[in-house]
């Protein structure tokens, strides 16, 4: 059994759609870094009421609104053309793979990113030297972008012309970028008529309907599973810091501690506040913190050591979108089962111990850019018992991504040994 499920997991890796998405995710990884950096430093210094902020009173000496506009705008811009560069980065990949114009196919795969992106097309006419309204939204799915890209490199490869002398090589490369940017103009047109059928609003309320959590385990379990689910196929909303106040069930339970002076007997115990954002996600969705922790114990693959040094910063205030991205854990079929599956472990062992008045809940106001792991020590009001519970739940996470962690290490050297071995055939 343990050698099939090894021999599937090589299988799917040795994809090659697979490892034009790990090599674009790698590709995104400085610009995904620099903007987390800053956004953790804008969260934590330069946002009013931050935790950082209230310490030293940073208010009082620098003008923090300023500050923190120019830094929340430049991370707005780096997060908005990272869907643009995903398009470049698989579209080059692919083709160059299969020995075409890589250059010209990564340009093409940018320039059909922002036809899409085009909101101004098919809504009227542009005047001279306007240009159409570009939506670049920082919520994006990555592994779509690349399978955009992806397509895109094939278009070069079904497309482009077998023994291209120099004269004609301008006009020979002129068919796939025709073909692939007037297909970015039909599907362009087929969003248009989707916006005016509200379909696109439709599918974004379902989406965001699967994430929102009710007042009662079950929702705020499934809750944390689609959230999960999602970031490992490649949505981007997790790259933001999770605000430890996102439930509409926050105020009535400080209301409730704040006039009964005690937290037992809040009307929604068992909420995404009380249960996620204590104990579910450790450094961002998944228990993400943990898995880094873990790779720095036991891996032996030095990128990957040197990827999580370099993001252990801002994946200790809930930025975690370097990580997912330079591992990379996002479609990483290694990393799926904890990935989705510990936050929901975690909740559930948060559940029983409030279940039997163990700890009180997480009531109070949380000040943003708060570390992951003092998340629930705050947010309890200093609970000692709330941060222990904290360290033993990480220290678990730990333990179980070690076996994930040997098993990737196993399945790349796997990978390594079968490349090393395909060039020596080529060679010989």
Not at 278 to 305: C, E, M, P, T, Y
Request: with cysteine; net charge positive; hydrophobic share 50%.
């Amino acid at each position: 059994m343990q050698t099939f499920i090894i021999q599937s997991l090589f299988w799917f890796k040795r994809r090659r759609f697979v490892g034009i998405v790990n090599r674009t995710f790698r590709s995104l990884f400085p610009f995904i870094l620099l903007a987390s950096i800053i956004r953790v430093i804008n969260f934590s210094l330069f946002t009013e009421y931050s935790y950082v902020s209230q310490i030293f009173s940073i208010s009082s000496w620098l003008s923090v609104p300023l500050a923190g506009r120019i830094m929340g705008n430049f991370v707005g811009l780096i997060e908005g053309i990272t869907g643009l560069l995903t398009t470049y980065f698989a579209a080059k990949y692919t083709a160059e793979f299969y020995v075409k114009d890589s250059e010209m196919a990564g340009i093409t795969g940018l320039i059909f990113s922002l036809i899409l992106d085009s909101r101004e097309i098919f809504s009227g006419i542009l005047n001279d030297g306007d240009l159409t309204h570009v939506n670049l939204p920082t919520t994006i799915n990555l592994v779509l972008a690349v399978f955009i890209g992806y397509f895109i490199g094939l278009i070069f490869k079904w497309t482009s012309v077998k023994d291209i002398t120099a004269q004609d090589y301008p006009s020979k490369r002129i068919r796939p970028v025709t073909i692939s940017l007037f297909l970015a103009v039909f599907i362009n047109a087929l969003l248009y008529l989707a916006s005016i059928a509200n379909i696109n609003s439709t599918i974004s309320s379902f989406l965001t309907n699967l994430t929102t959590a009710g007042g009662h385990t079950l929702s705020s379990l499934s809750s944390a599973f689609f959230l999960s689910l999602f970031t490992w196929t490649g949505m981007t909303s997790s790259f933001s810091m999770l605000s430890p106040v996102d439930d509409t069930y926050f105020s009535s339970n400080l209301s409730y501690a704040l006039q009964n002076h005690t937290t037992s007997g809040i009307p929604y115990p068992y909420t995404t506040t009380t249960l996620y954002q204590g104990f579910g996600a450790f450094g961002g969705v998944g228990s993400i913190l943990a898995l880094l922790f873990a790779i720095l114990w036991v891996s032996k693959n030095q990128r990957d050591i040197r990827i999580s040094l370099f993001s252990l910063f801002p994946t200790l205030f809930n930025s975690s979108g370097a990580f997912l991205l330079g591992v990379p854990v996002m479609f990483n079929v290694v990393y799926f089962l904890p990935f989705v599956t510990l936050p929901l472990v975690n909740m559930v062992i948060a559940r029983i111990i409030l279940a039997f008045h163990l700890m009180p809940a997480l009531v109070y106001p949380v000040p943003s850019g708060t570390p992951s792991p003092l998340i629930a020590f705050v947010g309890t009001g200093g609970s000692l018992r709330a941060l222990a519970l904290g360290c033993l739940i990480f220290a678990l996470n730990v333990l179980i991504y070690i076996p994930f962690v040997k098993l990737d290490n196993r399945l790349r050297e796997k990978m390594e040994r079968s490349e090393e071995s395909e060039v020596g055939h080529e060679k010989s």
